[in-house]
């Protein structure tokens, strides 16, 4: 209560320039976690507005795309401030998206200071992930549930369970550090209708189609799909566009590995196993 206070009382005072630019910094810092970490637009927007208002600055603008943030502010009081920083379409990280977003609550409640929230902020960036190991036992596991919940019995489940696991080596260890992003989901439809194709032969699974489609599954991005289209429903035209086509090219070439290795089959099988 007492530092929320004294913040009232300094912010009737006119910020200095440096104090200016040290919020500013803070909130395109946040807003930067939180989109390079698959948050939508809106949160950004919201999380970068909240800051700047928070600590006095009345003249912030944020203009948020799917991977660029553009923040200015300035009039008769304040600096004129101007910041663009380029963001990449990376992966999801929703545990740092939900610790910037506590952050934002805990600052409008009074609780850091701007130097508080700097230092906080850089440890949410280097906030771990989860490790390999887990990642690989969730993509079995994920794939085994979803083989079920498609309809696959018990066998096809642990069919697209094995698949899954090798699949996670395969987006681990070769697609992610040297191949392209085209490339590696290409590879990983085909690796995966390669292994399920192959189970099913050795009658390890009964119904292919659902070993596959539980096994694709930690390949679909879920959440980049979603927020494009949350995002096109808040008026974020050009972000949830450049996210949904981002998310339908990954779609797009998970299609085209399977068919690849579906082609392959059909032709040394002479049509038999499809």
Not at 50 to 78: M, P
Not at 120 to 126: A, F, K, N, P, S
Not at 137 to 166: E, H, I, P, Q, T
Not at 217 to 236: E, H, K, Q, S, Y
């Amino acid at each position: 209560m007492g530092r929320s206070l004294q913040r009232k009382m300094n912010v009737s005072c006119e910020l200095s320039g440096e104090e200016q630019r040290e919020i500013l910094d803070a909130a395109m810092q946040a807003g930067h976690i939180l989109l390079e970490n698959g948050a939508e637009i809106f949160r950004v927007e919201e999380t970068i507005d909240r800051i700047c208002h928070y600590y006095g600055i009345e003249s912030g603008n944020a203009f948020v795309l799917s991977n660029g943030i553009f923040i200015t502010s300035g009039n008769e009081r304040e600096e004129i401030f101007a910041k663009v920083q380029h963001i990449p379409v990376s992966g999801v990280h929703l545990n740092r998206v939900a610790a910037v977003n506590q952050l934002s609550r805990e600052i409008v409640e009074g609780r850091y200071t701007i130097g508080e929230v700097r230092e906080r902020l850089d440890e949410i960036r280097i906030m771990p992930g989860k490790t390999k190991t887990m990642q690989i036992l969730a993509s079995g596991v994920g794939s085994a549930c979803f083989c079920m919940l498609f309809g696959g019995n018990f066998m096809d489940s642990a069919a697209a369970f094995v698949s899954g696991v090798l699949l996670y080596f395969y987006v681990l260890y070769i697609s992610g550090p040297h191949l392209s992003k085209i490339v590696g989901n290409i590879g990983g439809g085909a690796l995966v209708t390669f292994l399920c194709s192959v189970m099913y032969l050795l009658s390890v699974g009964q119904h292919l189609n659902f070993m596959i489609i539980g096994s694709i599954m930690p390949l679909v991005p879920g959440v980049a799909f979603t927020n494009a289209i949350r995002d096109i429903a808040d008026g974020d035209y050009i972000s949830g566009s450049v996210r949904m086509l981002d998310a339908l090219l990954v779609f797009f070439c998970i299609a085209m590995g399977v068919g690849l290795v579906f082609s392959l089959f059909r032709g040394l099988t002479g049509g038999v196993m499809l």
